[in-house]
């Protein structure tokens, strides 16, 4: 059975940092483009950043660039996201996703897995 699994929310305080894991099962990553979506109450998921299967390029939105960084590790199958000044209108459940072939969108309809999701709250 093909799996994502998300790990390493949690609640921080403002200008804190988390690292979140994407581990992959019954499946390599290697072959597929990675995303990383969020979702805040009452809001529509959005897309935030991919890793690209190929050569590992990435794409950030605006929102995020210069505070997030993803990373792929393929000897442990895992994918990484590296938050770093974070702020309370980042507080969402954080979703990974695995879309086969090279990408550097995070279009939702693109990718085909997707993990179960883990919160991440940043407040005082």
């Known amino acids: 059975q093909l799996q994502l699994v998300e790990s390493g929310g949690g609640l921080v305080q403002p200008g804190g940092s988390l690292r979140l894991s994407c581990a992959g099962s019954g499946f390599s990553l290697n072959y597929y483009t990675i995303a990383w979506f969020r979702q805040a109450p009452g809001k529509e998921r959005e897309g935030i950043v991919c890793i690209n299967s190929g050569d590992s390029s990435t794409y950030y939105v605006d929102s995020v660039k210069g505070r997030f960084t993803v990373s792929r590790d393929n000897a442990k199958n895992t994918v990484y996201l590296q938050m770093n000044s974070l702020k309370p209108s980042d507080t969402a459940v954080y979703y990974c996703?695995?879309?086969?072939?090279?990408?550097?969108?995070?279009?939702?309809?693109?990718?085909?897995?997707w993990g179960q999701g883990t919160q991440v709250t940043v407040s005082s």
């Open positions: 996703a695995a879309g086969f072939g090279d990408s550097s969108t995070v279009v939702r309809a693109q990718y085909d897995y």
